[in-house]
């Protein structure tokens, strides 16, 4: 099974400042034959389920605002939001989907 | 509009059994990627299994936890996918979601998602 550890367990970033929250997996998640890496990122608010924000590592879902962006490949990834925003406010977690599903333990962004 | 609706949840009792339903609207469960991910009270997110499409073989897998014990099937003419989860213990106490991404992109990654339904194991 492919673990995904998350740092910070917990972060906290004044408006408009950036955040960025670092992702690990314990095997590669680089696809070699379509060289994808097969890495999401999802928000979840208090009471709701978790929204997808990027997958393959750095691919944008439609409706997204642009300061939330995704980098890394191989065993190493990032979220990074930029400007952060009062109504970003959430855990995040980072999902692998390379063999079978797995995702990291969250990160909680609050304001500071 | 793509929505999926989970029902079923209940307070059942350990060893007992109970089956979940995920009410598809505005595509085929058929042709689409499905999934079931829990989050029990005040923790993070776990898969449970999914079903991938049928022109994509219907492969159905399930986390080690689970695997044995849950089902997963469709009735393709209500448009609706059931998870059957056997043999229940107080570590499945769990908000149950099902989820999914239509028309698929061949990744197992889902934006649209149910409200849950709680599942209480508990004598």
């Known amino acids: 099974d492919i673990a995904m550890t998350q740092s910070p367990d917990s972060l906290a970033v004044s408006l408009g400042e950036r955040a960025t929250i670092n992702c690990k997996s314990s095997q590669n998640l680089l696809y070699s034959s379509n060289n994808k890496n097969y890495l999401a990122w999802y928000q979840q608010k208090p009471g709701q389920p978790p929204k997808l924000l990027i997958y393959?590592?750095?691919t944008r879902e439609v409706g997204v605002p642009g300061r939330f962006s995704g980098s890394g490949s191989g065993t190493d990834f990032t979220l990074t939001i930029d400007s952060l925003q009062a109504e970003d406010v959430a855990r995040y977690y980072c999902?692998?989907?390379?063999?079978?599903?797995?995702f990291g333990q969250g990160t909680m962004v609050e304001i500071k | 509009e793509v929505q999926v609706v989970e029902s079923g949840g209940d307070l059942v009792k350990p060893g007992e059994s109970l089956r979940l339903s995920c009410a598809a609207s505005?595509?085929?469960?058929?042709?689409?990627?499905v999934t079931w991910v829990r989050q029990a009270p005040g923790k993070g997110l776990e898969w449970v299994g999914h079903?991938?499409?049928?022109?994509?073989?219907?492969?159905?897998e399930f986390a080690a936890p689970v695997k044995g014990r849950f089902t997963i099937s469709r009735d393709d003419s209500k448009n609706v996918l059931f998870l059957q989860m056997n043999s229940l213990t107080s570590e499945d106490t769990a908000v149950y979601y099902c989820a999914t991404k239509y028309p698929p992109v061949g990744a197992h990654v889902f934006d649209s998602w149910g409200q849950g339904t709680l599942v209480t194991v508990s004598s």
């Open positions: 393959w590592a750095s």
């Open positions: 999902q692998q989907y390379y063999t079978g599903l797995s």
């Open positions: 505005g595509f085929s469960v058929i042709d689409a990627w």
């Open positions: 079903i991938e499409s049928q022109s994509d073989g219907g492969t159905i």
